[in-house]
């Protein structure tokens, strides 16, 4: 009988469980459903959109290498598995489980109607298996990461099937071209085009690339001006790598580097069992005396609108922060150490909620991911479960000087680019800012008596 295969988060064919499992049982039809309507504020946001259609064409074609199709489908996703099953007369749903919400009411539905077959596949180990003691769940990630390590090793990798038998007849499928994932007007991508490979190949081919580097990450890995991360993020989160796939290159690592870089991975799988806890972490604080705080709203606030417009622009005069927000812009993503530095000035400089920053991030991240967005911006606000403390307002210009950021500032921010250090980390304080860059919008200082004032208002309560 005919297999379905329910791609989402998993275009690979290398270690993907639920393709290994259905190409086992029989010929098999491989589906990816774009639900825009099920994710509601959490449809996949411009530069999503932009890796995803890149990332079918490259799934589409390695399915073809081995005889294979990718039908393509537009609509609510249980409708269309029900319809694809009439179609092909198959019974059988073979999924890797996703944890998103929407994806989790969606897989409840669907296995009322067909055989859905759910795999683990996507984490070094199924989200909400990792219990404490007394079989509760970790909420804070220190201990949550010793249990995972005790619990190593994952999984094994599977390999990609040698070939995938075809159905008899192939059920209809819709043209990619027909959904629009690529910009037109304006076509913004070029940024993104000149620094990506999209697909499960560019995906090894980046680990490959970043292998030797894995010692360093340590040492290096808060630097933005070199180039020490690994990149793999949309990859990861697009699924066209697994992580337990990069777990097995460097299983054999004893260095500080593979330690710190493991620990990375366990932030990512830390974040899904959050969300699996609290579905609702990218839009509700965790601590709830959190929702009487005193936010500037930009949708009532002309000032506190032109601020945000001014971060999410690049154009705060803080050379660091703006140089982050250029690279996103560009890029669709920015290095952690300025994704912290950022979300930070966002909540704190400019007391603005961190639901509008994790918007922002959701729209132009390529790796913009349901848990890992949240459990960050709620971490860095003080907000969430396990999270730094509201009080603790990252110096934005300090910080710039501490990680070495001037050469990064200069690739980022071309107004800056003939300034030498240290005026680069603040041209305005040494009387060296061109006439095209802006002031700072808020005096460091000011900005930090204004936070802390803010905070007291919630204690005094
Ligand atoms: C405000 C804010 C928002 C963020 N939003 C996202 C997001 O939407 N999607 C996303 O993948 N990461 C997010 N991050 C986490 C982190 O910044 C990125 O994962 C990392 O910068 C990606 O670059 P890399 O692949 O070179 O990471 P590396 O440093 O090479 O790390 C390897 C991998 O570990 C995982 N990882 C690393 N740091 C974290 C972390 N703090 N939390 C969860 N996983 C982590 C990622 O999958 C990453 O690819 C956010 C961080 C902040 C501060």
Request: proline share 6%; charged share 25%; hydrophobic share 35%.
């Amino acid at each position: 009988m005919t297999q379905l295969v329910w791609l989402r988060r998993d275009l690979r064919l290398a270690d993907n469980p639920a393709l290994y499992h259905a190409a086992k049982a029989g010929p098999l039809v491989c589906v990816y459903v774009l639900d825009e309507e099920a994710p509601k504020h959490h449809a996949y946001g411009g530069a999503s959109r932009w890796w995803l259609h890149h990332s079918l064409t490259s799934l589409a074609k390695s399915l073809e290498a081995k005889g294979s199709k990718l039908i393509l489908r537009r609509g609510d996703a249980v409708e269309e598995f029900t319809k694809l099953a009439n179609e092909v007369r198959a019974h059988t749903v073979h999924a890797n489980a996703h944890y998103e919400p929407w994806w989790l009411n969606a897989e409840r539905k669907l296995a009322n109607k067909l055989d859905l077959q759910l795999y683990h596949g996507n984490y070094l180990k199924p989200p909400g298996s990792i219990t404490t003691g007394t079989g509760g769940q970790y909420k804070i990630y220190t201990p949550y990461s010793r249990a995972v390590r005790a619990a190593f090793p994952p999984s094994d990798e599977l390999t990609a099937p040698e070939r995938l038998e075809a159905p008899a007849n192939w059920p209809a499928s819709d043209d990619l071209a027909s959904w629009n994932l690529l910009p037109t007007k304006p076509d913004w991508s070029g940024g993104m085009a000149a620094f990506w490979q999209v697909g499960e190949e560019a995906a090894h081919a980046r680990l490959k690339a970043w292998e030797a580097d894995v010692d360093d990450y340590d040492d290096k890995r808060n630097f933005p001006s070199v180039d020490k991360v690994s990149r793999l993020s949309p990859h990861l989160h697009f699924g066209e790598i697994s992580p337990v796939q990069i777990w097995h290159r460097f299983k054999h690592k004893r260095s500080k580097g593979w330690e710190t870089f493991e620990g990375e991975l366990i932030w990512r799988d830390y974040s899904q069992n959050a969300i699996l806890q609290f579905p609702k972490y990218a839009t509700q604080n965790y601590r709830e005396d959190f929702d009487r705080f005193p936010w500037r709203d930009p949708a009532t606030d002309e000032a506190a609108a032109r601020d945000l417009k001014a971060w999410q622009q690049g154009r705060t005069g803080y050379p660091i922060v703006d140089a982050g927000m250029r690279q996103l812009w560009q890029t669709g993503w920015m290095h952690n150490r300025v994704r912290m530095i950022t979300a930070s000035f966002l909540i704190k400089h400019l007391l603005i909620d961190w639901r509008e920053g994790e918007k922002w991030f959701w729209d132009t991240l390529c790796d913009a991911d349901y848990a890992s967005n949240a459990t960050n911006w709620q971490w860095t606000a003080g907000t969430g479960v396990d999270s730094n403390m509201f009080s603790r307002i990252m110096a934005p210009l300090s910080q710039s000087e501490k990680f070495d950021a001037a050469r990064y500032i200069r690739t980022y921010v071309p107004e800056l680019k003939g300034i030498d250090e240290p005026y680069v980390h603040d041209p305005e304080e040494f009387g060296r800012r061109p006439a095209g860059y802006p002031r700072k919008i808020v005096p460091h200082r000011q900005a930090r008596e204004r936070a802390l004032a803010a905070l007291k208002t919630l204690k005094d309560r």
